[in-house]
């Protein structure tokens, strides 16, 4: 009779062991989500910098690109005044 309450007991500690581990399973389940969303939502913001930063490299690239433009505009149009000065100033 020892013997069998021994083993009862025995397989009753065992049953709480496994309800613990099942529980403890459960949280690390749990974190494991809660981190995998975390991540998710860090990986959404990269990706909304990312083409935030694309956005913003394309624009300066458009301005760059107008400035030159720009310039030599007036570059040539400076350069144009000058000769029309020259012509002015060595005509008489």
Same mark, same amino acid.
């Given at each position: ?17 496994? &309800? ?7 949280? @690390? ?6 981190? $995998? @969303? ?9 990706? &909304?910098?990312?083409?935030? @930063? ?30 029309? @000065?020259?012509?002015?100033? $060595?005509?008489?």
């Amino acid at each position: 009779m020892s013997e069998e309450t021994d083993v009862v007991r025995l397989l009753q500690q065992m049953l709480e062991l496994q &309800k613990t581990q099942a529980e403890r399973q459960q949280e @690390a389940f749990a974190l494991q989500r809660e981190q $995998f @969303a975390l991540v998710q939502q860090q990986t959404e913001r990269a990706e &909304k910098l990312q083409e935030r @930063a694309e956005q913003l490299q394309s624009r300066g690239a458009r301005l760059v690109n107008t400035s030159r433009r720009v310039v030599l505009l007036i570059l040539i149009l400076v350069l144009g005044l000058l000769a029309y @000065a020259s012509w002015l100033l $060595f005509r008489s």
